[in-house]
């Protein structure tokens, strides 16, 4: 992968991660807590952030699965034939806090379409949102409770968030969008 600046290593976003388990401990009930990792890079944070608030506190949150494919509003711009990866929360969220998490939050499209979806399983007391980086660039009125680093980008930037158990690595880069010549 080409990238411009590696912007965290391992060790920065394990901190990260940290940080962000120790502030929803602080802001959460964390016997009516759950998380719900949105497919793909939000479901090893949330499980990383599962294990941290099981170190700090002795108490292991659940953690779900969440696949928003079918809940995007660019749908029809993404692919004709898109990768289903599946939506696994096997607890209920009703009356519970929901700490969504995501590795990057640029537009907020994605967390409109995951409030959707948790919407469609039930009625939760309180939906948060915990994510790797905030980019900035808003189109919709979402922002993040918990933020592991808010990077400044410019539009015609992109942000990887690499992570061990898909990308053999841990480490955020930026990196130039790559520009299709049809």
Do not use: W
Not at 76 to 89: A, K, M, R, Y
Not at 161 to 166: G, R
């Amino acid at each position: 992968m080409n990238f411009k600046a590696k912007i965290m290593d391992g060790q920065d976003m394990d901190r990260a991660l940290k940080r962000i388990a120790h502030e929803i401990i602080e802001n959460c009930d964390m016997n009516q807590t759950v998380l719900v990792g949105i497919q793909r890079r939000g479901v090893p944070l949330a499980k990383r952030i599962q294990e941290h608030i099981l170190q700090f506190e002795n108490i292991k949150v659940d953690v779900g699965v969440l696949d928003i494919t079918f809940y995007r509003d660019d749908l029809s711009l993404l692919s004709d034939h898109p990768i289903i990866n599946g939506t696994d929360v096997p607890f209920s969220i009703q009356n519970k806090t929901v700490v969504m998490v995501d590795d990057v939050l640029y537009t907020g499209r994605t967390g409109r379409a995951a409030i959707d979806a948790l919407m469609d399983m039930g009625r939760p007391k309180c939906i948060k949102f915990a994510v790797m980086i905030d980019r900035g660039h808003r189109e919709l009125p979402i922002r993040a409770d918990f933020v592991g680093k808010n990077v400044p980008t410019s539009s015609s930037e992109i942000i990887h968030v690499l992570v061990s158990e898909m990308d053999g690595e841990d480490n955020v880069v930026i990196a130039d969008k790559e520009i299709s010549h049809s």
